[in-house]
């Protein structure tokens, strides 16, 4: 269970400076005389466009037709600038606005070259005397993955301007950056590679007392090393263990680190159990802010995790399923970086948030200790000797399983047989299931997670979807891959899950297997870069 902090919000803006064309007409003329074009002489205009920077607007002319009464024309002009600037992931590039001095000339546009003219397309004019267009990628663009020929987020096309009569021509160079909700903080983050994932951490994980057992001690490093070594190990992720009923002094590695982190002076009787806390809760992310998650546990909590007085055996498989549950919630959160996850009390601002929901949060982590347990967990000292049915027999929660899959259908579908109580015939996934104050009792919400993976894969949603909600938010990570809106989803979900007979099997890719982790690949993702 994770709990919430804030981030700060930033306004990105977009600049874009006007600069003006100037255009040159050159003559050529037959015979002698003043510069005059002789009445059997021919007149033709240069219809390239040469950029500059200047601050004046200037219109030029050509005679067009032949012989000395012929009509003047006055070219076409850009107004727009040559060089033009976008952040990623949006497809709106740029208004192409052009000018003329004949008001009778009907104005067209096209793109007409460049490298990566076929990755644009112009819009439908408006007006029945097209002045402008509406430039736009085809597909909106991603820094970390330029579509370019030269693969340098700088994207080169040339725009070509028709008064009927001539053409002009503008070489366009659209470049591409990075997305940022708070510059300095992102940068921050960045620099200490908060969301890059390594094999080695950057400092001890696991803080106890002089008075904790050093089996509790050597086991929680135990765990989190292997975590790091699979998962990847992500900075700035502090788990303290304290006698809850012991001195101040006995607490010293446990206070001293925690005044660090939140610039204050502790003691015990401050302490209390919460994991996963995140350091300066309710306040804004800068460049500043100790970004930390903290799991509080005491040493009492720590000898039975959940209670049940069970044996070493079982609270060692509970201890490494539980570390393993919070620290993939560290892994969540480092993908959001500066924007948080969904803590954030303006949860409508995606400026602080990238809005994960509380279904996704909780049901990807469940799902994720389960299978990176039953993968790893012989690699444990304590487990180094059992087969897999027996250390398998004990876990926290169960998400992606054929049992809480026919229990919530049989509530749903009011079937007989054994049922989740806290599901009614009328429950309805929706945006309640989406934060911790308002999600209900029933584990159909926790389902939405195995359906998604069934719909797309569980590396989608393990991986494909943190590696892309800093730039596009949680519901525009999961239209990239689903195709689908949030409303959409919600609806397609509340259909499948009261679907058939209730007695029915999950579907194939249901529940993730050895093979799913593996193809995540989590030490090699593609995360947010500057």
């Not at 003006?20 to 005389?33: E, K, Q």
């Not at 736009?136 to 693969?151: C, V």
């Not at 347990?373 to 992606?400: M, Q, Y």
């Not at 309640?432 to 209900?440: F, G, P, Q, V």
Request: aromatic share 10%; net charge negative.
């Amino acid at each position: 269970m994770i709990q919430h902090y804030d981030a700060e919000k930033k306004s990105v803006m977009l600049k874009r400076a006007t600069l003006t064309i100037l255009l040159w007409s050159l003559y050529a003329c037959g015979g002698g005389g003043g510069g005059s074009p002789d009445s059997g002489g021919s007149a033709s205009a240069v219809t390239s466009a040469a950029s500059s920077a200047g601050s004046g607007s200037s219109s030029s002319t050509s005679s067009s037709g032949s012989g000395s009464g012929a009509a003047s024309n006055n070219l076409p002009s850009f107004e727009t600038s040559d060089n033009i600037s976008i952040v990623e992931h949006q497809s709106e590039a740029a208004t192409i606005e052009i000018d003329d001095a004949d008001a009778d000339d009907s104005l067209s546009l096209e793109i007409s070259g460049g490298e990566d003219q076929e990755l644009f397309e112009l819009g439908v004019c408006n007006a029945s005397r097209c002045a402008s267009n509406s430039l736009t990628f085809k597909l909106a663009p991603d820094f970390e993955a330029p579509s370019d020929t030269d693969q340098d987020n700088n994207y080169e096309i040339v725009i070509s301007a028709s008064d009927g009569k001539d053409t002009i021509n503008q070489e366009l160079n659209i470049s591409v950056t990075n997305y940022a909700f708070a510059v300095e903080a992102k940068e921050k983050m960045r620099s200490m590679e908060f969301n890059a994932p390594s094999l080695e951490p950057a400092e001890n994980l696991c803080i106890t007392g002089t008075d904790v057992p050093s089996s509790q001690k050597l086991f929680c490093e135990e765990v989190y090393s292997l975590l790091h070594n699979t998962l990847g190990g992500y900075p700035n992720y502090i788990h303290v263990i304290w006698n809850a009923g012991g001195t101040d002094a006995e607490a010293k590695p446990v206070l001293d680190k925690l005044n660090e982190i939140r610039n204050q002076t502790l003691s015990v009787s401050d302490l209390s159990q919460s994991c996963l806390s995140g350091h300066d809760q309710g306040e804004a992310r800068t460049a500043s802010t100790n970004f930390y998650s903290i799991c509080y546990e005491t040493m009492s909590w720590t000898a039975d995790p959940f209670g049940g007085d069970d044996t070493d055996f079982d609270e060692a498989i509970e201890l490494s399923l539980h570390y393993a549950h919070e620290y993939f919630h560290h892994y969540q959160r480092a993908h959001a970086l500066e924007r948080g996850m969904d803590y954030q009390s303006d949860r409508n601002n995606p400026s602080t948030t990238v809005q994960a929901p509380t279904w996704w949060i909780e049901g990807a982590s469940v799902a994720h200790q389960n299978i990176w347990f039953k993968r790893h967990f012989s690699r444990l000292d304590v487990f180094a000797n059992s087969t897999w049915e027996e250390a398998g027999s004990r876990g926290i929660a169960g998400v992606a399983d054929d049992g809480t899959y026919k229990e919530v259908r049989r509530a749903l579908m009011s079937a007989p047989g054994s049922k989740d109580e806290n599901c009614t015939a009328d429950w309805q996934m929706s945006e309640l299931e989406e934060t911790y104050d308002t999600w209900t009792s029933c584990q159909g919400k926790m389902l939405a997670v195995p359906y998604l993976a069934h719909i797309t894969s569980w590396k989608t949603v393990w991986v494909d979807i943190p590696m892309n909600y800093y730039d596009l938010g949680f519901w525009g990570a999961l239209k990239k891959y689903t195709g689908l809106t949030k409303e959409e989803f919600y609806s397609e979900f509340n259909e499948f899950i009261r679907a058939g007979d209730a007695e029915d099997d999950p579907p194939a890719g249901w529940a993730p297997t050895e093979a799913d982790w593996t193809s995540a690949d989590f030490l090699n993702v593609n995360y947010e870069k500057l």
